[in-house]
């Protein structure tokens, strides 16, 4: 059984274009959206994490909403972002990693996000790059920047959060 | 325009959809995410409850931005805790709802690297409370 992060392989994924075709009836206008089917598969670790269902209902959500009518209220995500945080989720979230929230952002990223065991985590994927804010509430003012340059602190805080109940 | 004093609260209106939400799973309660309180070039919207009581109106009445708006959450701090973080918070009336003459601005600091301003809108978050409103989603299962 694997200790390290679980890998997550992905089949029939394809880099987002055109959502399926437009035609006009009439006097109206009317978009077929064809969902790509997506295939996510749990190669090793020990079975499926318990964050997986609820993040993958999370990213379906957000990526729907690129289809809905406008909504003023809402922020959408890049689809890049979506894509991208789908196919990395599996190298940043261990297994026993407790839940997040999953939320998008200003930016256009997908943003994982915990405040739990006293620390404070917050993971945003952009289309290009990731970004990460992490702080130890007890020790006072977090710090923010690139995954590859946060990954130890973001490491600490995660194992500190893969040993919360 | 008004001096803001140290313990006036400012109510920030935040739409009750998961993806304006995040979880504080150790506080129990959730905290607005980035993008519920997002700054524009003049801040971060906000109004200031001693000003909108003395005009008659309550927190219900920002969730709503006096009729003008379908109901949503209403999160507060004190001016002192968003001070406290490096922001400014200055008294701006509009005209712009009904509202408008408790409408107060919270700006960021200036000349702030990205990542240390993210850092702090991220704490800015966490420092507000839901002060009126039920949020519609349930915590992430296994959170």
């Known amino acids: ?165 | 325009m008004a001096d803001l004093r140290d313990d006036d609260e400012l109510l920030r209106r935040v739409v009750n959809r998961q993806d304006f939400l995040v979880w504080h799973d150790d506080e129990g309660r959730w905290v607005p995410s980035l993008a519920g309180i997002r700054f524009d070039p003049d801040g971060m919207s906000v109004f200031v409850l001693r000003i909108l009581a003395a005009n008659g109106y309550r927190p219900a009445d920002v969730a709503t931005l006096g009729e003008t708006k379908p109901d949503e959450l209403v999160f507060a701090a004190p001016t002192s805790a968003v001070e406290q973080l490096g922001f400014t918070a200055q008294h701006t009336p509009n005209k712009q709802t009904p509202i408008g003459d408790a409408h107060a601005s919270i700006n960021s600091p200036p000349q702030v690297p990205r990542a240390a301003l993210r850092a702090l809108r991220s704490e800015l978050a966490t420092a507000l409370h839901c002060t009126y409103g039920t949020p519609a989603p349930a915590a992430p299962p296994g959170a």
């Open chain 1, 1 to 165: 059984m694997g200790k390290g992060p679980m890998t997550a392989t992905l089949t029939g994924l394809d880099e987002p274009e055109q959502y399926g075709s437009s035609a006009r009836t009439g006097t109206s206008a009317f978009e077929l959206v064809v969902p790509r089917p997506t295939i996510v598969r749990v190669a090793g670790g020990r079975g499926v994490p318990r964050w997986l269902p609820h993040v993958l209902q999370r990213l379906n959500d957000l990526e729907a909403a690129l289809h809905e009518p406008a909504d003023e209220a809402r922020v959408l995500p890049d689809p890049q972002a979506v894509w991208r945080a789908l196919r990395e989720l599996g190298g940043i979230l261990g297994d026993r990693i407790p839940t997040p929230s999953v939320v998008p952002t200003v930016d256009g990223g997908v943003q994982f996000a915990w405040h739990k065991a006293g620390w404070d985590v917050e993971v945003e994927v952009l289309a290009n790059e990731t970004v990460v804010w992490v702080r130890r509430r007890d020790e006072g003012q977090g710090d923010a920047g690139l995954i590859a340059e946060m990954r130890p602190l973001l490491d600490r805080a995660l194992r500190a959060l893969e040993s919360t109940p």
